[in-house]
């Protein structure tokens, strides 16, 4: 077995899920599947492009519908495995799966601990954000990771591996960018005080 394998960091690139006809509507879809338009259905195209010869040992996305048609369209052809996990689903919003945009968002910062009606909290997403890395971690350690998802596991992801706080994160004006890299190191509990990579420091 090769030990500088084992005890090598797990470098972490996050794409979000392409554009939905949700999306397109201002309707946060939540845990409902959702439908990639043609806009999205091209992204999902670019987003193949970047990162077929990228490195990438393993794909691992949500099982809602939008991110796993993302990842199809993204990897189509190739022998990349891509795995749905449900513990990289969105935040469940409840009864307000579905609603305009400008009705959830004036209830993010509240729900941060608070789960939204008949739903999750943010805090509830970064648990199971955080039970994914350590089984991610006892099985990829050295390897360089994909994960597709949604806005609320980039915000677990900032919280867990880059030191940032949900209560900022939730009430920051939405972005997108061609991926987010992040570094999880074998033996750490995701959720312990944030340890910054040392290739990152000046």
Do not use: K
Request: aromatic letters at 8%; a negative charge; charged letters at 25%.
């Amino acid at each position: 077995m090769d030990n500088s394998r084992v005890t090598a960091p797990i470098r972490l690139v996050y794409e979000t899920h392409a554009t939905t006809t949700d999306n397109e509507a201002g309707i946060a879809t939540g845990w409902l599947p959702g439908a990639l338009s043609a806009a999205g259905r091209r992204q999902a195209g670019e987003l193949g492009g970047r990162r077929r010869d990228d490195g990438i040992a393993a794909v691992y996305t949500s099982d809602l519908h939008r991110a796993v048609e993302t990842a199809r369209i993204a990897f189509a052809g190739t022998a990349l495995p891509v795995h749905h996990d449900p513990r990289l689903r969105e935040c469940n919003y409840g009864r307000l799966n579905g609603c305009p945009q400008e009705v959830l968002a004036p209830l993010r910062a509240r729900s941060v601990d608070e789960p939204f009606p008949g739903g999750q909290s943010y805090r509830e997403v970064l648990a199971a954000t955080e039970d994914f890395l350590t089984d991610l971690a006892a099985r990829w350690a050295g390897h360089r990771i994909l994960l597709i998802a949604h806005s609320a596991n980039r915000w677990a992801l900032d919280c867990l591996l880059a030191g940032g706080r949900l209560e900022d994160l939730v009430r920051a004006p939405a972005r997108w960018q061609p991926g987010w890299e992040y570094t999880l190191f074998p033996g750490d509990r995701p959720g312990e005080p944030f340890r910054p990579d040392p290739q990152d420091t000046p």
